[in-house]
């Protein structure tokens, strides 16, 4: 059971630097006026999906409660968070500094996802440890 825990959080890991990749690249788009960097990651996607769908025990492993779980707490961590946050923060230094100064929505949102990744993956490493000291006990 450890076992799949373990796939479940690199897979979500994994999952989270991908979308993360392609909201970065979505900015480093729009920066240089070219869809290289966005069309560059689609297709590292793409690729992924394809293997993912090909390689059938893979695909099965992917349908796992445990795997779908821990995606889905990924996605709150990358996505649902992040949105939320964001629009917060940018209501309000625009309320409060103009605005002028401010960047896009697109960077404060691939920021606060990047955060809410890191502390996604922090909090996997610590219950690794946890769980690794207590069967380490036993």
């Known amino acids: 059971m450890q076992n799949v ?3 479940a959080d ?3 890991s994994l999952e989270g ?9 979505i900015s ?4 240089m006026g070219s869809t290289e960097p966005t069309l560059g990651i689609l297709l590292v996607m793409g690729a ?3 293997f993912s769908w090909a390689h059938r025990p893979l695909r099965f492993l992917l349908g796992r409660y445990h795997i779908r779980k821990r995606r889905t707490d990924m996605w709150i961590h990358i996505l ?3 949105l939320l946050l964001a629009m917060f923060f940018h209501i309000m230094l625009e309320a409060l500094l103009g605005s002028a100064w401010l960047p896009p929505k697109m960077l404060l949102f691939n920021i606060l996802a990047s955060a809410g990744w890191a ?3 922090m909090t996997l490493f610590i219950k690794f440890v946890i769980h690794g000291l ?3 006990t036993k």
Request: without cysteine.
């Open 5 to 7: 825990r373990s796939y």
């Open 10 to 12: 690199v897979i979500a």
């Open 17 to 25: 630097v991908l979308w993360l990749s392609l909201a970065w690249s």
């Open 28 to 31: 480093l788009s729009v920066h």
């Open 48 to 50: 992924f999906v394809v």
């Open 80 to 82: 649902a968070l992040p």
């Open 119 to 121: 502390t996604y993956v």
């Open 134 to 136: 207590k069967n380490r």
